[in-house]
């Protein structure tokens, strides 16, 4: 590992000029090319103190040897060298977007003295005109099949063409009218290559010239009495318009543009494009990519525009780009879209009508598309051993932790404080096994004590199951088997054959997975089974919680790290420093996959237990009164504070209200504390019931919802 001090410039010799700069290794390759406005000042940023630097940052200053520098004119060229030396050199470190699968395009060759019309991938030629890129090679053969019925454009291959002109007889195509036969002088070579470039004006959204033309010679040919003519020309409208109809009408102006769209989390991100020409989608590309250093959106989107049109020219270039984030600064990228173009290009953001609601459907399709990636990534089993394998590397434990259980603690501003459990097995999710915890041991904001509380009371209850299923050989804590567990928190001890009750699972109920998860009396093995790997979302002190509830029960041979989200640091208990995995590593991104299901899982039962608290009302603590006697209620007083004030005889009165009922709802209400009274907000007057703020049925049941926005709300979860 290199010190970047050794390789620092001195002060004054990097120019305050617009360049490019190389980092390169001990070897000379170079592993990180930038651009930049001041060359003086962003090389700066890199010779800091390494704490300051964001962890790829520094990993990338630490692997580098030297620094070198281009000084150019202005930021365009900044821009042009940029993208030739990444192409150039693959720097490790620099984002590099790989097609998620090679598509397909719509090729016309015009460099050819026949053009001919195929499906091409791969690397774009001169002189050959493309459209798409396609989803899909069949799509490109049904388009092209109806087109050929108007515009008969050969299609055949070099050989194919040379065997049909030395015999002098056409394919099968020529036979059906579906080539204009050019190999047998059917059509000479200039008529021909008009016919290819209306066939191109077509594809490229110019398409109403042709079906009012069309339509025309219809009418005249029905006029004329010929109507096989006219027969054949309603054919190939018919045809026209059903190949118009394949890509729907998106934009109604009949724009042509390209939007780009990009979904990310904290590794990767997807980019999905849209080709719209002539107001409709003409194709669709998606890139996946590693995030390999610290960069914004608009950064994704600058290297997406590089690498999109970075070899293009001309009309491939639109008009018009939407972006979801503009590069920071927008004008180099603007001016060099527009020397690519020739012509002057609209770099923006939408934000109204048809092109914000088609840029939000192609940032589903981004969002759909790194899911994928991720799922795919995931259900790998090669991969998943890998990772199992890094994991137990990095942490240095004696196997690959077949089961992982995570932990998590989530609440609202200290209140509603719950935790999740969630099981990972052979690096997948075992959703059978997750269960969640109320924190019962304290009130109010505090992750360390809850974690304690946590783990010792999953860890003590898979004591009590080993002891009750006999499988101690030795005793545990210094006690012999047979023995009820040592209390944790100086309680009595609590009876062995009493069943502890499993936390429930997603739908409120415990969850069980079958009959191996069964005793032989038919209850589930709740927490029966030890994981090899604890896994705690949060840093040092989280970890060391769940160390100290482990070494507390005894438990020596359970491994315990944390995973701190900020920087994605792998902390383990009694050490200074974390464990700090390649963010390549396929054990990091299981660790990731872990933690943020736990998350998941502890912030849905937060946010139901919140949803429940704030529905809850005086009535709900009633024992035996179900939900219609309480709208009967309500109904029949008005308000919880009316039928506070009612007697015993005035509740029986409400049908379906017996003595003993109404004698209970009594007993309850006398005993709640009252609700706050009424306040009017405009003059701040206290008003009663009869001042016209009579308590309302919802208050009355407590369907109430919280303070602030939902996104106010969202921001003080954790």
């Known amino acids: 590992m290199a010190d970047p001090s050794s390789y620092r410039p001195r002060p004054g010799e990097i120019p305050d000029s617009p360049g490019v700069y190389r980092f390169r290794d001990e070897h000379r390759r170079v592993i990180y090319v930038g651009k930049a406005k001041s060359l003086r000042q962003r090389l700066a940023n890199y010779f800091q103190d390494l704490a300051n630097l964001h962890p790829r940052t520094r990993t990338m200053v630490t692997t580098a040897a030297s620094v070198e520098w281009t000084v150019v004119s202005t930021e365009v060229e900044a821009l042009q060298l940029e993208y030739s030396w990444i192409k150039e050199y693959d720097p490790r470190f620099n984002v590099k977007y790989r097609d998620d699968k090679s598509y397909p395009y719509l090729a016309v060759t015009m460099n050819e003295e026949f053009p001919r019309v195929q499906v091409m991938r791969g690397q774009k030629k001169k002189g050959v005109r493309y459209f798409g890129p396609y989803g899909h090679a069949w799509a490109i053969r049904d388009t092209v099949d109806l087109l050929l019925r108007v515009f008969p454009v050969r299609t055949c291959s070099a050989g194919v063409f040379k065997n049909a002109a030395r015999t002098g007889r056409p394919c099968l195509l020529g036979y059906i009218d579906k080539c204009s036969a050019p190999c047998v002088e059917r ?144 004008e180099p990228v603007q001016q060099w879209l527009t020397d690519r173009r020739g012509s002057g290009v609209s770099l923006r953001i939408p934000q109204r009508g048809d092109k914000k609601a088609l840029m939000e459907t192609v940032q589903r399709n981004a969002q759909q598309a790194l899911v994928l990636h991720k799922t795919k990534r995931a259900s790998d089993l090669t991969t998943r051993s890998r990772a199992l394998e890094e994991i137990a590397e990095a942490l240095g434990l004696d196997s690959a932790p077949l089961r992982i259980e995570c932990y998590d603690i989530s609440h609202l501003q200290g209140d509603d404080v719950v935790a999740s459990m969630v099981v990972f097995e052979d690096g997948l999710a075992r959703k059978s096994e997750y269960r969640r915890f109320q924190i019962k041991g304290f009130r109010g904001q505090d992750d360390v004590r809850s974690m304690h509380e946590v783990i010792t009371r999953r860890f003590r209850r898979y004591l009590a199951e080993k002891e009750r299923t006999g499988e101690w050989a030795d005793g545990v804590d210094g006690t012999e088997t047979g023995d009820a567990p040592r209390p944790v928190d100086g309680g009595a001890p609590r009876p062995v054959d009493e069943p502890y009750a499993a936390e429930p699972g997603a739908d409120g109920r415990a969850l069980t997975d079958g009959p191996a998860l069964k005793d032989d009396d038919g209850r589930p093995k709740r927490f029966a089974y030890p994981p090899q790997l604890v896994v705690v979302d949060g840093g040092q002190p989280q970890v060391a919680a769940a160390q100290r509830a482990l070494d507390e029960l005894g438990i020596d041979d359970i491994a315990v790290c944390g995973l701190a989200k900020r920087l994605e640091e792998v902390w383990v208990p009694r050490e200074d420093d974390p464990v700090v995995l390649p963010r390549t590593s396929e054990g990091l991104y299981l660790l990731q996959r872990v933690r943020d299901e736990a998350h998941r899982f502890a912030i849905t039962y937060q946010r139901t237990k919140r949803a429940k608290r704030f529905r809850a009302g005086p009535l709900d603590d009633v024992p035996g009164l179900g939900e219609t006697r309480k709208q009967a209620l309500i109904k029949h007083f008005g308000s919880v504070k009316k039928l506070r004030s009612a007697t015993i005889d005035q509740i029986c009165e409400v049908p379906g209200i017996g003595r003993k009922t109404a004698e209970t709802v009594a007993v309850a209400l006398a005993g709640a504390a009252p609700a706050a009274p009424a306040v009017n907000t405009a003059t701040g007057e206290i008003m009663d019931d009869e001042d016209g703020a009579p308590e309302t049925t919802a208050d009355a049941l407590g369907e109430s919802v919280s303070a602030g926005t939902p996104d106010e709300r969202r921001g003080q979860e954790r």
Do not use: N
């Open 187 to 330: 059509i000479t070579p200039e008529d021909h290559r008009e016919l290819a470039d209306e066939f191109c004006d077509f594809m490229a959204g110019r398409t109403g010239t042709y079906l009012r033309r069309l339509e025309r010679q219809m009418g005249e040919a029905a006029e004329d009495m010929e109507y096989e003519r006219a027969a054949r020309l309603r054919d190939d409208i018919g045809a026209l318009r059903k190949a118009m109809e394949k890509s729907a009408v998106v934009l109604a102006d009949a724009t042509d543009a390209d939007l780009i769209a990009v979904a990310e989390d904290e590794l990767e991100a997807a980019v999905q494009i849209f080709h719209v020409r002539g107001g409709r989608v003409r194709g669709q590309r998606g890139w996946v990519t590693d995030k390999v250093e610290e960069i914004t959106t608009g950064a994704l989107v600058e290297h997406a525009l590089q690498q999109l049109y970075g070899e293009e020219s001309g009309d491939a270039v639109p008009k018009e780009v939407l972006v979801p984030a503009l590069p920071d600064p927008v």
